[in-house]
């Protein structure tokens, strides 16, 4: 599983505009911004469509006061899927709804998990990264799909603050003899 300090993978991953499929590597969305990566099970489910995701819309001044550039929302279905859904929440033009459908990043974070109690199959957990420049300063993971714990705005603002309180990484000492 991917850990902070770790480069993300600069892996394939679609949207739709005007109508056609764009596929966008990771990296160009990541370069010289902090980034609030959400990793969602799933589109149109009813915790990431009815609370998760709302928390993150209404929340957006907030996260944006905290240092956060861009907030990408990763599932693992399909473009056109991920269009209508941003296109269904008000308030979320400011976000990019990126599919995952090849699960090409969930595999490669560790973050691919079965759910098939809820007739999910392959999926993704819920998680939320913070990164730099596309090295991540902070990783949190959901114990459950159905829970959003540790991975909405107020876990956001306070991964910004853990990394703005965070004693920088100062030059090694060399002893002198």
Known sequence: MIRQGDRLPDTPLATVACGQLVEIPLGDLLADR???????????????????????????????????????????????????????????????????????????????????????GTTSRRWLVIARDGVVLRLRVEPSVLDVTCTGPDAAVAMMDEVATAPAPGPELALVG
């Open 34 to 120: 902090t980034v609030a990566i959400v990793g969602l099970p799933g589109a149109f489910t009813p915790v990431c469509t009815g609370h998760h995701l709302p928390l993150l819309i209404h929340s957006r001044a907030r996260l944006t006061a905290a240092g956060i550039d861009r907030i990408l929302c990763v599932a693992p279905d399909n473009p056109w899927a991920m269009a209508a859904w941003r296109a269904n929440l008000p308030g979320a033009e400011d976000f990019h709804f990126l599919s995952d459908a090849n699960h090409h990043l969930i595999r490669a974070l560790g973050m691919a998990t079965r759910v098939e109690s809820l007739h999910l």
